[in-house]
């Protein structure tokens, strides 16, 4: 038996892409967060989805990207080790879920440079 699954979220970034390098300097990758803003009649319902893209593309990321911008990702949705949402604990004390994504390809719409996936810039 096999699957696929294919996520895309379109909103804003609430920060900068953050670069990160792993322990043995063997790849790096750009973490940002994008607010996908959904309307329902009057009602405003805002999700959070944490983005991580490797290599190139997330080089590209830290050259297009700021707080603020507009764009589009393709990607796969990423669980914990159990196949669930990251659970943690607000400031509040009250529960919460964190949603992220491993980005395929970026569409940087508000930038000169519209499309980018791992093969090509």
């Known amino acids: 038996m096999s699957g696929y699954q294919q996520l895309i979220v379109e909103g804003f970034l609430g920060n900068d892409p953050e670069r990160r390098v792993l322990a043995d300097n063997s790849s790096s990758y750009a973490n940002f967060s994008v607010c996908v803003n959904e309307k329902h009649g009057e009602k405003e319902k ?19 990207l700021q707080k603020g911008s507009h764009a589009m990702v393709i990607g796969k949705l990423q669980a914990d080790e159990h196949g669930q949402p990251g659970v943690y604990k607000r400031q509040d004390g009250a529960a919460g879920s964190s949603f992220s994504m491993q980005a395929d390809v970026v569409r940087f719409l508000d930038s000169k440079e519209k499309v980018t996936d791992e093969g090509s810039l």
């Open 46 to 64: 805002l999700l959070w989805v944490r983005v991580t893209a490797w290599g190139k593309l997330g080089e590209a990321c830290m050259v297009n």
